[in-house]
């Protein structure tokens, strides 16, 4: 079965300096991987995604994420943070195994930018 | 330009209690989806609907049922409401000829059971 993972609930950074947001996924064969970002009271917003192609992806708002293919990793970042950026972020894979092109979302990670 | 709108945003329900959700999308999307979201599990699918007239069972769907009569109009249906309900449901659609393609959401309806 297709899963993803966010090992950090919580990341704190400050704001200036470069951001990481971790997220690894077990999946067969190519992957979809999708970034969403949650702010307070707020439905997700789409940040980026990985198709195929380039392993650098660029996105909304200056943020970017590097597809691993040998880590099986889909990390988010950021080169300088700002406080604006603090919000829920989450990972997710496109289920791609049954047909159904279900969404399967990690469990999210809060990222939180200190002025 | 709309996107998804569910309706209502929030709502207060006693335990046993019936109630029905609505989504709308204005995109023409074939793919609709019911999510719950509890803190410290991310999003949990509820249904979901690859077309008008079909709906299937998520990873969750108990005490939940769901409707797509129309294309554009995505129903979840609580038919004796328990305060394990408490959650925040999202609604989102997709394209479905294109696997890649990403979901939009709607911003969400904070249900309490009491």
């Known amino acids: 079965a297709q899963s993803v993972a966010q090992p950090e609930d919580q990341v704190n950074v400050a704001e200036g300096n470069p951001l990481t947001v971790k997220c690894t996924y077990s999946?067969?064969?190519?992957?979809?991987l999708f970034w969403y970002v949650q702010y307070p009271n707020r439905g997700l917003q789409f940040l980026l995604k990985y198709i195929t192609g380039d392993n650098l992806v660029k996105g909304s708002y200056g943020f970017e994420a590097e597809f691993n293919k040998s880590q099986t990793s889909f990390h988010l970042k950021k080169p300088s943070a700002l406080v604006s950026d603090s919000a829920l972020y989450f990972c997710a894979v496109r289920d791609r195994e049954s047909g159904t092109y279900k969404y399967i979302f990690g469990t999210g990670t809060r990222l939180k930018v200190l002025a | 330009n709309a996107g998804v709108t569910q309706t209502p945003k929030f709502r207060v329900l006693k335990t046993g209690q019936s109630m029905t959700l609505l989504c709308a999308q204005d995109m023409n999307h074939e793919y609709m989806y019911w999510y719950r979201q509890d803190p410290g599990m991310g999003l949990r699918l509820i249904h979901y609907?690859?077309?008008?007239?079909?709906?299937a069972k998520g990873e969750v769907p108990d005490g939940y049922n769901v409707s797509r009569l129309k294309k554009q109009n995505f129903l979840l249906g609580l038919e004796s409401a328990a305060p394990s309900q408490t959650s925040v449901y999202f609604c989102?659609?997709?394209?479905?000829?294109?696997?890649?393609?990403?979901?939009?959401f709607g911003q969400g309806t904070r249900l309490t059971v009491v």
């Open positions: 999946v067969s064969g190519n992957p979809y």
């Open positions: 609907s690859v077309g008008e007239g079909t709906t």
């Open positions: 989102a659609s997709s394209y479905s000829s294109l696997g890649s393609a990403e979901a939009f």
